[in-house]
């Protein structure tokens, strides 16, 4: 299953191994967003199935609340990637759960395979160990 992924992440060479891995994997990224601006202008311009989102961004930490925003008002599958898993230990509405960073390939990949069958209402299996999942 291919994908529209979106990579909301500050840290340029983070976005980049990020990069690599997913269009690896086979699926288009639309773009890497370092600040929530861009990134709503992103999802605004272009369809977007699935989020990366990392929580401090280059405008502080907005990554919460732009998840928030992304899965609840504009229809796009959010996960979180962080090095700070405890900022969204109670969970975040609408999105699906938190990838502790640094993720090798192995985990990305089970993680976004994970959403992207959740995302189109697929019988999934229990969520990789790697993924905390909210609710």
Known sequence: MTARILI???????AME???VLE???HEVVGVAADARTARNLVRETEVDLALVDI???DGPTGIEL???????M???VLFMTANPGMVRNGVAGTIGVLTKPADERAVQKAVDY???RRVGEPVDQAPVELQLFG
Not at 67 to 73: D, P
């Open 8 to 14: 909301i992440e500050d840290e340029a060479l983070v």
């Open 75 to 77: 229809g796009v599958t």
């Open 56 to 58: 401090h961004l280059s």
């Open 24 to 26: 690896d994997l086979g």
């Open 18 to 20: 990020l990069r690599f």
């Open 115 to 117: 959403a992207l069958r």
């Open 67 to 73: 998840g928030r925003e992304l899965a609840q008002e």
